[in-house]
């Protein structure tokens, strides 16, 4: 049976139901190919069972020899009946002594998990800290392409490997953790909410580094991690914090405002630094932003100073902008901007030049005048 496909009866193009699907996921969750493929789909369950020893395929224009462990990267084609006695079958692999069945099970897991996860992420769980290292690196590898996928089942191996001592293991977690916050953005939220209460700075560091990737979901979670992270006491977590501003400014312009009300006074250069791209994109005009642009006129960091006196046209009018600029210079030290600060100071209908002074003056207003008047000369007579 042809699957059925909803279409438009006036363009005939599909019609769109349901949550967009995540065409990205969906293009990479296939197995990889290889000769397994070509197995004869009779001969796949009694070669992963053990049941004959080899089975020869041509591949690629070569013959092969296909063994036990090919059959395993297999088992994901069986379909239909034979799929309860696939899954027994790479059941029995993911617990075998041979390493090798091992590792082509882990390979299998994701994409039988589709079709049968029962207790297969249970060994997941078990095979990443297997005694042999390439079972563990498999293992790892099988946790970021299933995480996305199964959140719930992977939530607890996620959670102890993100707090590994292991430095591979960790970093195979957080690579996974990534993909989630792709898919998931809850789930990585609860991840990052309990990874930023741990002592271990460097763990912390590494949870707030996925805050940008998260930046464009509008969460009071997220919100709420990223003003706690601009607080942390260690400098890694609030330079993690400070990036995520930027792109938080295009889709939540309130909450950064919020946001930047911290970092813009934060003892590190590159917090600050952070803060000032973001303050860029808001609208200067806006309460918070006023009082944020009078006060970093007068904060220690000189490129904020700068930015914000030169952001004073746009918040006062010119007499306002003059009178703050003579207060900002009594107490300014800084060569180029008492420089600006007197530019700001200007009054150019009085002091500017003389093309200055006319571009403040009113054009005159035009004068109809009568006919024979003498600014019009008379008509001539006609000869």
Request: overall charge negative; proline content about 6%.
């Amino acid at each position: 049976m042809r699957e059925y496909i909803a279409r438009d009866p006036k363009t005939g193009k599909p019609l769109r139901t349901g949550r967009k699907r995540r065409q990205g996921l969906d293009l990479a969750y296939r197995p990889g190919e290889g000769p397994w493929d070509v197995i004869p789909l009779d001969r796949v369950l009694p070669l992963a069972r053990g049941e004959i020893e080899v089975h020869p395929v041509t591949w690629r224009n070569s013959e092969r020899l296909m063994r036990q462990s090919d059959a395993v990267r297999a088992l994901p084609r069986i379909r239909g009946r034979e799929q309860h006695e696939a899954h027994i079958t790479l059941e029995a692999a993911l617990g075998s002594l041979d390493t090798r069945l091992r590792i082509a099970a882990l390979a299998s897991l994701p994409y039988c998990a589709l079709q049968h996860s029962e207790t297969l992420f249970e060994h997941l769980h078990e095979l990443l800290e297997d005694v042999d290292e390439d079972v563990q690196k498999a293992a790892q590898k099988c946790l970021v392409i299933v995480a996305p996928v199964f959140p719930s089942v992977t939530e607890e191996s996620m959670r102890r490997e993100l707090r590994s001592n292991d430095t591979a293991r960790r970093q195979s977690a957080f690579q996974a953790l990534k993909q989630v916050a792709d898919a998931w953005p809850e789930v990585a939220e609860l991840h990052i909410d309990e990874l930023i209460r741990e002592e271990e700075g460097e763990l912390r560091g590494m949870a707030a580094a996925l805050l940008t990737r998260l930046a464009k979901h509008k969460s009071a979670t997220l919100w709420d991690l990223i003003g706690w992270c601009l607080q942390d006491e260690a400098v890694v977590v609030r330079r993690h914090a400070a990036r995520a501003l930027l792109p938080l400014a295009d889709h939540a312009p309130q909450i950064t405002q919020i946001a930047l009300e911290i970092a813009f006074f934060d003892e590190d250069e590159k917090v600050r630094l952070s803060a000032l791209k973001a303050s860029k994109k808001l609208d200067p005009n806006s309460f918070r932003m006023q009082r944020l642009i009078s006060d970093g006129t007068r904060h220690s960091d000189r490129n904020i100073r700068i930015s914000c006196i030169k952001m004073l046209p746009v918040i006062m009018d010119d007499v306002e902008v003059r009178v703050q600029a003579s207060e900002l210079l009594e107490q300014e030290t800084d060569p180029q901007i008492q420089t600006l600060l007197k530019e700001l100071m200007i009054d150019e209908s009085l002091e500017g030049t003389e093309a200055e002074k006319n571009a403040f003056l009113a054009p005159a207003e035009k004068v109809e005048m009568d006919e024979g008047s003498f600014a019009n000369p008379p008509h001539p007579m006609p000869g």
